[in-house]
């Protein structure tokens, strides 16, 4: 064998010396690796996953925010896992650590104004949980924990905002709500699944369990969890799909796509959610007013509940509200709050968890009993099922003005929007969908746990982030306009 030697300092002498401590390094670390697989396998995956993360943001830093944002939809299946809660705290952490880089850099950090009053209101909210250890609240510090987590979670969407904020100028305000529809992609699969397969063969994850016997497995709810929380996803997305359809010139794609949301949000029987569509239809033709229109959106409202009336669950569903002070001038609220013991009916159970709530919050009537309580207010043990009440409780006078606050205050700035952009067409009819969805949500939150879906409104707040940045105007409208 021949051998050839360097002299001491030749360039290739160390690049020898170099290649032996790499071989070693790379032996000890595959060994490492391979012992710890051996016992977890799933560190593989993560491994490899971690690295094809790190590579997406090394070349594609914008894009690989946005891709963020979508993988959000899938991640309420591994609720048990605590990953959605990991998710949001490694974005927290994510965009924390952006921002001081930037500040660092000196570079621009992008801001606007209703995210400064976003992050008042939120800084805000802490207030309550300062005055728990103070012993302000009833609960004491058992609340201390679970009001934190609460907060946090609100905290997150501040940050997701904030993010967003970061990619103006970078990517098109269109390109990032057209990305958001790969969102749907997990949610839509995983409730096709739940039609077509009986609960026996599905994964446990993918089974709805709640409601009670008959509810049970009778009603989708997607990658979400709740068919009420799909619901409302859905009746967002349907928003996004109608803005698409409305600025496409061939939009039989969207046209379809469009249908199968309503097929969806018509399967997962959430009567909330049909009561927000009918509102969202209503809103979304006040600008252009028309006879035509009008009862073009009241027969699509009719045919959806005739839909949702057409199953057993259904006809159920909208039987019970005869059953209740809403229709029955019979029952009065006292009776609704005794039937709702013995007769399963779940808005006579709403009126007993909104009594007992109201009378909770005359013990505390300015500032509540803390944040994230209203579960511990009451015999049954329960979310408020209406966020007004729940505010109202949890923060007396003084959080329900902050909620309702921050409701109007996001109705005001898609209003000014949709007024400011009469020449940017994509623009106004974006904030035209927002606004009427807005308004939903708003009619939902009466009966519903909307302020709980944390998934939606990561979502959101990506687009009404991206509503305020500058669109394209259509020169050729602002020039006819100009000339007539």
């Given at each position: 064998?021949?051998?050839?030697?360097?002299?001491?300092?030749?360039?290739?002498?160390?690049?020898?010396?170099?290649?032996?401590?790499?071989?070693?390094?790379?032996?000890?670390?595959?060994?490492?690796?391979?012992?710890?697989?051996?016992?977890?396998?799933?560190?593989?995956?993560?491994?490899?996953?971690?690295?094809?993360?790190?590579?997406?943001?090394?070349?594609?830093?914008?894009?690989?925010?946005?891709?963020?944002?979508?993988?959000?939809?899938?991640?309420?299946?591994?609720?048990?896992?605590?990953?959605?809660?990991?998710?949001?705290?490694?974005?927290?952490?994510?965009?924390?650590?952006?921002?001081?880089?930037?500040?660092?850099?000196?570079?621009?950090?992008?801001?606007?104004?209703?995210?400064?009053?976003?992050?008042?209101?939120?800084?805000?909210?802490?207030?309550?949980?300062?005055?728990?250890?103070?012993?302000?609240?009833?609960?004491?510090?058992?609340?201390?924990?679970?009001?934190?987590?609460?907060?946090?979670?609100?905290?997150?969407?501040?940050?997701?905002?904030?993010?967003?904020?970061?990619?103006?100028?970078?990517?098109?305000?269109?390109?990032?709500?057209?990305?958001?529809?790969?969102?749907?992609?997990?949610?839509?699969?995983?409730?096709?699944?739940?039609?077509?397969?009986?609960?026996?063969?599905?994964?446990?994850?993918?089974?709805?369990?709640?409601?009670?016997?008959?509810?049970?497995?009778?009603?989708?709810?997607?990658?979400?969890?709740?068919?009420?929380?799909?619901?409302?996803?859905?009746?967002?997305?349907?928003?996004?799909?109608?803005?698409?359809?409305?600025?496409?010139?061939?939009?039989?794609?969207?046209?379809?796509?469009?249908?199968?949301?309503?097929?969806?949000?018509?399967?997962?029987?959430?009567?909330?959610?049909?009561?927000?569509?009918?509102?969202?239809?209503?809103?979304?033709?006040?600008?252009?007013?028309?006879?035509?229109?009008?009862?073009?959106?009241?027969?699509?409202?009719?045919?959806?509940?005739?839909?949702?009336?057409?199953?057993?669950?259904?006809?159920?569903?909208?039987?019970?509200?005869?059953?209740?002070?809403?229709?029955?001038?019979?029952?009065?609220?006292?009776?609704?709050?005794?039937?709702?013991?013995?007769?399963?009916?779940?808005?006579?159970w709403r009126i007993s968890q909104w009594t007992l709530l109201i009378?909770?919050?005359?013990?505390?009537?300015?500032?509540?009993?803390?944040?994230?309580?209203?579960?511990?207010?009451?015999?049954?043990?329960?979310?408020?099922?209406?966020?007004?009440?729940?505010?109202?409780?949890?923060?007396?006078?003084?959080?329900?003005?902050?909620?309702?606050?921050?409701?109007?205050?996001?109705?005001?700035?898609?209003?000014?929007?949709?007024?400011?952009?009469?020449?940017?067409?994509?623009?106004?009819?974006?904030?035209?969908?927002?606004?009427?969805?807005?308004?939903?949500?708003?009619?939902?939150?009466?009966?519903?746990?909307?302020?709980?879906?944390?998934?939606?409104?990561?979502?959101?707040?990506?687009?009404?982030?991206?509503?305020?940045?500058?669109?394209?105007?259509?020169?050729?409208?602002?020039?006819?306009?100009?000339?007539?």
């Open positions: 064998a021949m051998s050839v030697s360097y002299p001491a300092g030749h360039p290739l002498s160390r690049l020898s010396s170099a290649g032996v401590l790499i071989g070693l390094g790379g032996s000890l670390v595959g060994l490492f690796a391979g012992a710890l697989v051996n016992q977890m396998p799933i560190v593989l995956a993560a491994a490899f996953i971690a690295i094809l993360i790190v590579c997406c943001f090394l070349f594609q830093f914008e894009y690989s925010i946005l891709g963020l944002f979508i993988v959000r939809s899938s991640l309420d299946l591994f609720s048990a896992q605590q990953l959605p809660a990991a998710f949001a705290l490694g974005l927290d952490a994510f965009t924390i650590a952006y921002i001081c880089y930037l500040s660092i850099a000196r570079k621009q950090i992008q801001l606007d104004l209703f995210w400064c009053f976003y992050l008042f209101w939120l800084l805000l909210q802490g207030l309550w949980i300062v005055l728990i250890p103070l012993g302000a609240f009833d609960l004491g510090l058992a609340s201390v924990s679970s009001g934190l987590r609460e907060w946090i979670r609100m905290g997150s969407w501040v940050l997701a905002y904030l993010l967003i904020l970061q990619l103006r100028g970078k990517i098109p305000p269109e390109t990032i709500v057209q990305s958001l529809f790969f969102a749907l992609i997990v949610p839509l699969t995983t409730a096709a699944m739940q039609l077509l397969l009986p609960p026996s063969v599905l994964p446990d994850p993918l089974v709805f369990e709640g409601g009670g016997t008959f509810e049970a497995n009778s009603r989708i709810s997607g990658s979400l969890g709740h068919a009420n929380t799909f619901g409302t996803f859905l009746l967002f997305f349907m928003g996004l799909a109608y803005w698409q359809v409305k600025r496409q010139r061939q939009p039989l794609c969207w046209l379809c796509l469009l249908g199968a949301l309503v097929f969806f949000l018509v399967s997962t029987k959430a009567l909330g959610s049909l009561a927000m569509f009918a509102a969202f239809a209503v809103v979304m033709v006040i600008p252009r007013l028309s006879l035509p229109k009008l009862l073009g959106s009241l027969l699509l409202v009719a045919a959806i509940i005739a839909l949702f009336g057409s199953t057993e669950f259904g006809r159920e569903r909208l039987g019970s509200i005869a059953a209740t002070p809403l229709l029955n001038p019979n029952i009065d609220w006292s009776r609704a709050v005794l039937m709702s013991w013995f007769d399963h009916n779940s808005f006579n009378d909770a919050w005359k013990q505390s009537p300015w500032l509540g009993h803390g944040i994230y309580t209203s579960s511990d207010l009451t015999i049954l043990y329960n979310y408020a099922h209406n966020d007004y009440v729940r505010a109202l409780a949890e923060g007396g006078v003084v959080g329900l003005f902050l909620f309702v606050m921050l409701l109007f205050a996001q109705l005001i700035r898609l209003i000014r929007i949709y007024v400011a952009s009469a020449y940017q067409p994509s623009r106004q009819t974006l904030s035209a969908v927002m606004l009427s969805f807005l308004v939903a949500i708003m009619v939902g939150m009466a009966t519903e746990n909307v302020w709980t879906h944390t998934t939606l409104f990561f979502y959101w707040w990506v687009v009404f982030a991206v509503l305020g940045w500058e669109w394209e105007t259509d020169t050729q409208a602002y020039s006819v306009s100009r000339l007539t």
